[in-house]
């Protein structure tokens, strides 16, 4: 006869154990994935807001800059010479900011020009760049060390 041996069989709950981890693992990835698209949706979002706003605020200036062409433009067609043509300049805005946000601005300053032929422009943009009007205040609500 043939001896008996003890042998213990694994194969009746690996399968089962492999099944349960290869499951645990696909959901903790899979909620780990939604929240990373979550949290890029956010920036997402606030980055097509302040795009927008600052595309806005690109317009008005434009707006105002045609405003200000306009102006220079009836000041030449007055104007007898090109000091008097400078002399009534001083008397219009040309830096002037557009509120592009909660606490920046895009700040535009023009330089006149005095055109010397027919499609020449009657001004020179110094600077278009954004500033802070104003700083943001700090949150100190939540108390992380104590």
């Known amino acids: 006869m043939a001896a008996k041996t003890n042998r213990v069989n694994l194969n009746l709950g690996t399968s089962s154990l492999l099944l349960i981890f290869v499951v645990l693992s696909l959901v903790s990835f899979s909620a780990l994935s939604l929240s990373s698209a979550l949290s890029d949706k956010k920036l997402t979002d606030k980055t097509v807001e302040k795009n927008q706003t600052y595309y806005d605020a690109c317009n008005m200036a434009q707006e105002r ?3 200000i062409d306009r102006q220079l433009s009836e000041i030449y067609l007055k104007s007898d ?9 001083n008397s219009l805005e040309l830096t002037y900011v557009v509120p592009c946000g909660e606490y920046q601005g895009l700040q535009v ?15 020179k943009i110094d600077t278009w760049k954004l500033i802070f009007i104003s700083e943001p205040e700090p949150d100190f609500s939540i108390n992380i060390l104590k």
């Open 65 to 67: 800059l045609a405003l």
């Open 109 to 123: 300053k023009v330089t006149p020009t005095y055109p010397v032929k027919e499609n020449d422009h009657f001004f």
């Open 81 to 89: 010479n090109q000091d008097s043509y400078f002399e009534a300049c």
